[in-house]
């Protein structure tokens, strides 16, 4: 099997070169860039499977180039950061980072969130039978086998999350989640209290898919439980 490749975005070079070596021992191959520009250079000229991207980089912010990754891609972003307040983590969530990871850390810890999300990759890439490749409802519709999202017609961006949040819900009309449920069976890990992710990722579908996010069609609240998918 072909080594997965990483781009690591990190200006601090004794970070980089921790992360790098402890990653090449783990079979994975890891590019660097130290500033923002580099990183959306990079990018840009080759492939990736994932991105390691520190948010607090020269030239062009962590935040730009997650931006800019997300206008063309899906692959998963893991941020590396030494700001850790809600806000900071909420914002990162929202504009389509995978996971955040707090400064200090353990290579240990990063090559777990690193495994993880690259297992929810393999799973969105799984082969979908052509009899329920696609899911409508309402002017919505839903191309599972490219991963492509259209409302009357018109296409919708999507993180990779919020594509298979929506697909969790579209292909269980009737069935109510926790966001417990949610997060283990889009997250793919175990529940540990943090809502503010499925939160987050919640109210970021809604504006991209209701006509009101404030009162939902699609995606509706069961006030005490969880989440379903609206009755179109």
Known sequence: MDKYRILLVEDDTEISDMLRSYLATENYEVDCAF??????????????????LDLMIPKVSGMSVMKHIRRK?????????????????????GLGADDYITK?????????????ALRRTMHYDSAVPESAATLQAGDLIMHLTDYRVEKRGEAIELTAKEFETLKLLMQNPKKVYTKAQIYALVW?????GDENAVNVHISRLRNKI??????????TTVWGIGYKFGEV
């Open 104 to 116: 200090p850390f353990s290579v240990v810890e990063v090559l777990a969130r690193i495994k993880a």
């Open 188 to 192: 793919n890990d175990v529940y540990l």
């Open 35 to 52: 500033d923002g520009q580099e990183a959306c250079d990079r990018f840009d000229k080759d492939s990736f499977d994932l991105v390691l």
């Open 73 to 93: 891609s899906f692959v998963p972003i893991i941020i590396l950061s030494a700001k850790d307040t809600e806000s900071d983590k909420t914002l990162g969530l």
């Open 210 to 219: 209701e006509d009101d996010s404030r009162n939902p069609r699609y995606v």
